[in-house]
T-cell receptor, first 115, second 110 residues
Framework: SQTIHQWPATLVQPVGSPLSLECTVEGTSNPNLYWYRQAAGRGLQLLFY??????ISSEVPQNLSASRPQDRQFILSSKKLLLSDSGFYLC??????????????FGEGSRLTVL | DAKTTQPNSMESNEEEPVHLPCNHS???????IHWYRQLPSQGPEYVIH???SNVNNRMASLAIAEDRKSSTLILHRATLRDAAVYYC???????????FGTGTRLTIIP
């Protein structure tokens, strides 16, 4: 069966520090991968998605970046965190056919607090 | 992308059916209707999806209007664990991403 893991689950970082969140998927190949963010009391915002290794689509301009160094690994990074980067970050995957007729599966989430 | 409109919040009594409405008047013929829900402090989870016909699964039923401009998610017997934000989302053929709106916050009253 397929599983998705992301880490760390919780982190507190000072403003201006770097960030690295990792996500891996097991039990499938060539998945579509996604990073979403949910600020406190807000809706889910799609940040990045990837349909293959090295292929990253950015949905919103920001100081975050994403990379996909391996087929089932998706990394969210920042060189310098801002207070507004605080939130609940969610990694997700779907089959390569897309989400039109399939499901989007979410990880457990990473809660980031920037102080 | 075609948009959906949902009430911000709803309440329902435990062990009673719940009907969550969604309007999508600009839906196109190839758009699928998806429902996800998000429990507190968790990522969203898939509930159900459909195109034209009504759909049933172990979690819920999806009733789609004949003109497809609206749909209703039906929870047949609400439990406290069904308290969540429910999202109605449209997707189209070849779509690679899901765009979540604000959804409906469902409160279950014991």
């Amino acid at each position: 069966s397929q599983t998705i893991h992301q880490w760390p689950a919780t982190l507190v970082q000072p403003v201006g520090s770097p960030l690295s969140l990792e996500c891996t998927v097991e039990g499938t190949s060539n998945p579509n991968l996604y990073w979403y963010r949910q600020a406190a009391g807000r809706g889910l915002q799609l940040l990045f998605y990837s349909v293959g290794i090295g292929q990253i689509s950015s949905e919103v301009p920001q100081n975050l970046s994403a990379s996909r160094p391996q087929d089932r690994q998706f990394i969210l990074s920042s060189k310098k965190l801002l207070l507004s980067d605080s939130g609940f970050y969610l990694c997700a995957w779907s089959n390569s056919g897309g989400v039109n007729t399939g499901e989007l599966f979410f990880g457990e989430g990473s809660r980031l607090t920037v102080l | 992308d075609a948009k959906t409109t949902q009430p911000n919040s709803m309440e329902s009594n435990e062990e009673e059916p719940v009907h969550l409405p969604c309007n999508h008047s600009t839906i196109s013929g190839t758009d699928y209707i998806h429902w996800y829900r998000q429990l507190p402090s968790q990522g969203p989870e898939y509930v159900i999806h459909g195109l034209t016909s009504n759909v049933n699964n172990r979690m819920a039923s999806l009733a789609i209007a004949e003109d497809r401009k609206s749909s209703t998610l039906i929870l047949h017997r609400a439990t406290l664990r069904d308290a969540a934000v429910y999202y109605c989302i449209l997707t189209y053929f070849g779509n690679e991403k899901l765009t979540f709106g604000t959804g409906t916050r469902l409160t279950i009253i014991p």
